[in-house]
């Protein structure tokens, strides 16, 4: 019990299978081919050395298998973050190497503490504002971001805009730039990585592809040529230490890694819960808070810098067929072993096999059959969908998923603001109460208003529900009852007390006679502080709909003999 809920990737590799071993190994060797060189590019992100990109792998990546709950989700330096901590830490620093290396530490460090403290908190609610087209739109925009991001290495020159248009416009301007020996190895990287999944199933194909375009590399020394290899990285392990700093740096840095900790959590989440909805298992977002918390605590500790949920391996790790966390530890001890016997052969890896090898995960991310059914069912969730991708592309991961949620949320409460509801009577040969609008040969009981809303009753729609309420009493001319089905009213607040005691107010000034079937829960429990309850008595509350009209036919028929015997 415990293991499962503090160390969920322990229990899961506890009752591990043997033969998820063959395809835990491949994926674990296929994310560090991916992960060396992007760790190694994102460290000048910030300004770091190249070997401390693989830092910020070796122990995060075997820390998170064993805290993480999500069996594909990969951690690494991500684009977005390192962008984020060089602009906390370039200020500071001014220009000196060494205070980057610290200050980058330290941010770390506070990001890694943010995250334990939200997830501590149970902030994990946050990831339930990422609806399935909203995670369907990310990854959409990630996979397009990937193809026009790698472009520029199997093209043979480096694309120099920012974000996805001017990535796509510099990328239009500069065809003429095209260098063919390398459009040459990304094209042949690409054909082998379709070909020989479907040949040969069992093998890694972004290894081996890999491979085969580092050794030709190297036996025809290609970069004479002018074909870009990854170049020289050095060996060896961190020293560990704690830097030094001040109550100023660490205010600044306080505020940017709140900024830092919300972007990787986020980034990271929608990662996992994309990937664990195509596998078929759930995530716990309040325990992948503490998980990626205590991942970038060890980034720190290790002398890296701040980690996220890394999209693109773990595409890669999905496309090759990883089971479990192991692939993370596989792949954690594969960039060690390389930091500390091969960085000589490393440096032979061509740009545009690793470009080939992107593109295809980029494109496994592309979701289109989705699209289609998402456009089937709703074409409000389709639009966000769209634009969610859009968002990512145009404004930036985060921006573009916050503006989704936010449509989300304003869909919700223009929702919620007007809710349907029915008059409600009896069709033939139908079970149960249908609406009298949809169902033209419904019947009703003569003097009795059977009214259903179908929504919370809340401030911002009280006013709504009284007017329609009213509404639909005021089309049935010989009114003499109305019978409202609260069974829909899942609670209901001070604004709706009101509203609801002013119609009954309006009613009986009519002479007409309200009570209420059905209510239960919190919508109830405000009956009875409110006093409504009680001034309603126990005989206009109903525990069914059934029992209302019983009760309402009882009360005319006496009302009639009542009115016979006056005469």
């Known amino acids: 019990m415990f293991l499962s809920r503090w160390l969920p990737g322990l229990a899961n590799l506890l009752r591990y299978r043997a033969e998820w071993f063959r395809p835990d190994l491949q994926a674990g060797l296929s994310v560090a081919a991916i992960q060396i060189p992007i760790a190694i590019a994102y460290a000048q992100i910030v300004g770091l050395p190249p070997q401390v990109g693989l830092y910020a792998c070796i122990l995060p990546m075997m820390v998170y298998a064993l805290v993480g709950s999500s069996r594909q989700l990969m951690v690494g330096p991500d684009a977005a973050t390192c962008a984020m901590v060089a602009g906390a830490v370039a200020p500071l620093a001014m220009g000196d190497p060494a205070r980057v290396a610290q200050l980058s530490v330290i941010v770390t460090v506070l990001v ?248 295809m995960a980029g494109w496994g991310l592309i979701d289109v059959k989705s699209l289609s059914k998402i456009y089937t069912l709703s074409r409000f969730e389709f639009w966000l969908c769209i634009l969610t991708t859009v968002g990512v592309l145009g404004v930036g991961v985060l921006p573009g998923i916050i503006i989704a949620v936010t449509l989300a949320i304003l869909r919700l409460l223009y929702t919620i603001y007007q809710p349907t509801d029915a008059v409600l009577g009896w069709a033939p040969g139908i079970e149960g109460q249908v609406d009298i609008r949809r169902h033209k040969d419904a019947r009703t009981v003569p003097g009795l208003v059977v009214y259903r809303f179908d929504d919370a009753i809340l401030f911002f729609n009280a006013d709504y529900f009284k007017m329609r309420l009213l509404d639909a009493v005021q089309k049935e001319v010989e009114a003499r009852a109305v019978l409202f089905d609260a069974e829909a009213v899942s609670s209901i607040d001070v604004s709706g007390i009101a509203a609801l005691r002013e119609v009954r107010e309006t009613l009986m000034a009519q002479g007409i006679v309200m009570g209420i079937a059905r209510a239960r829960g919190s919508f109830l429990r405000m009956l009875v502080r409110s006093g409504l309850a009680r001034e309603m008595g126990s005989e206009l509350l109903y525990g069914s709909v059934r029992a209302g009209i019983r009760a309402y036919r009882l009360w005319r028929n006496k009302v009639r003999r009542e009115a016979a015997v006056a005469q």
């Open 112 to 359: 890694g503490l943010m995250l334990i403290a939200a997830g501590l908190a149970r902030a994990g609610f946050i990831a339930s504002f990422f609806s399935r087209p909203i995670l369907i739109g990310y990854l959409n925009g990630i996979g397009l971001s990937l193809l026009a991001g790698q472009l520029g290495k199997v093209l043979g020159f480096k694309i120099e805009g920012n974000g996805f248009v001017l990535s796509l416009i510099n990328l239009l301007e500069r065809l003429n730039e095209i260098h063919w020996l390398t459009l040459f190895i990304g094209l042949a990287g690409l054909a082998l990585l379709i070909w020989l999944p479907r040949r040969y199933p069992k093998l890694p194909a972004a290894l081996v592809t890999v491979a085969i375009a580092t050794l030709v590399a190297g036996l025809f020394g290609l970069d004479r040529f002018g074909v870009a290899v990854l170049g020289h990285v050095p060996s060896g392990m961190p020293t560990l230490a704690w830097p030094q700093t001040n109550l100023e740096e660490m205010k600044s840095l306080l505020r940017d890694a709140l900024g830092i900790a919300t972007v990787s959590f986020c980034s990271a989440m929608l990662t996992a819960r994309s990937f664990a909805a195509r596998h078929g298992y759930a995530i716990n977002a309040n325990h992948e808070f503490l998980a990626l918390g205590v991942s970038n605590l060890a980034a720190g500790a290790s002398q890296g810098f701040a980690i996220s949920g890394a999209d693109s391996r773990t595409a890669v790790n999905d496309m090759v067929g990883g089971k479990s966390q192991l692939v993370g530890i596989i792949a954690a001890l594969v960039i060690a072993l390389c930091l500390l016997l091969f960085t000589v052969p490393m440096a032979w890896i061509p740009q545009a096999a690793l470009g080939a090898v992107l593109l």
